[in-house]
T-cell receptor, first 112, second 113 residues
Framework: GENVEQHPSTLSVQEGDSAVIKCTYSDSASNYFPWYKQELGKRPQLIID?????GEKKDQRIAVTLNKTAKHFSLHITETQPEDSAVYFCAAPPGANSKLTFGKGITLSVRP | DAMVIQNPRYQVTQFGKPVTLSCSQT?????MYWYQQKSSQAPKLLFH???????NEADTPDNFQSRRPNTSFCFLDIRSPGLGDAAMYLC????????????FGPGTRLTVL
């Protein structure tokens, strides 16, 4: 099965700085890599995803990079704002499967 | 505008008293998932349906059952809730599975007394 790990488990940054969260996966057949943001008491929501045929994807202040050889993908948030404070989960599907395996999540705190 | 709806939002039950949680979707998605999420943890997949095909996770307790009577609705039945089953239960849908976005409902917070 798929094993998804996130590093670090918590991250604190100053407002305006950049934050990078890394995720590793084990199944080389995985081909889709989403990042979900969950604010306290709310549902997880997709913020960005990347497929295995591209190396990088950007959406305003958020970007995701994928290294298939090393089997890791990273979330990059630039110009962080207090509203970026949340738990971020990465996920990957185990091969050609209809489900996702989630990482344990990282708590990002943005200090004003 | 609500796409994935869960009812109730809060459910209180007694130890051992069966409870049913409801999920409905307006997206006409093929796949529906049930997750259990405890405080400060990742969502843990309990099972999912691909259309009518039921897929149980190996470590999902027998105490948890699910029904999907049609495309729009899916139910989570907890036959004999224990104190350890207190959690947030999240329903999610996706169009066709692992490579599609999962849309989560707001969740049902289950309390077991």
């Amino acid at each position: 099965g798929e094993n998804v790990e996130q590093h670090p488990s918590t991250l604190s940054v100053q407002e305006g700085d950049s934050a990078v969260i890394k995720c590793t996966y084990s199944d080389s057949a995985s081909n889709y890599f989403p990042w979900y943001k969950q604010e306290l008491g709310k549902r997880p929501q997709l913020i960005i995803d990347i497929r295995s045929n591209v190396g990088e994807k950007k959406d305003q202040r958020i970007a995701v990079t994928l290294n298939k050889t090393a089997k890791h993908f990273s979330l990059h948030i630039t110009e962080t704002q207090p509203e970026d404070s949340a738990v971020y989960f990465c996920a990957a599907p185990p091969g050609a499967n209809s489900k996702l395996t989630f990482g344990k999540g990282i708590t990002l705190s943005v200090r004003p | 505008d609500a796409m994935v709806i869960q009812n109730p939002r809060y459910q209180v039950t007694q130890f051992g008293k069966p409870v049913t949680l409801s999920c409905s979707q307006t997206l006409n998605h093929n796949v529906m998932y049930w997750y259990q999420q405890k405080s400060s943890q990742a969502p843990k997949l309990l099972f999912h349906y691909y259309d009518k095909d039921f897929n149980n996770e190996a470590d999902t307790p027998d105490n948890f059952q699910s029904r999907r009577p049609n495309t729009s609705f899916c139910f989570l039945d907890i036959r004999s809730p224990g104190l350890g089953d207190a959690a947030m239960y999240l329903c999610a849908t996706s169009s066709s599975g692992g490579t599609d976005t999962q849309y989560f409902g707001p969740g049902t917070r289950l309390t077991v007394l």
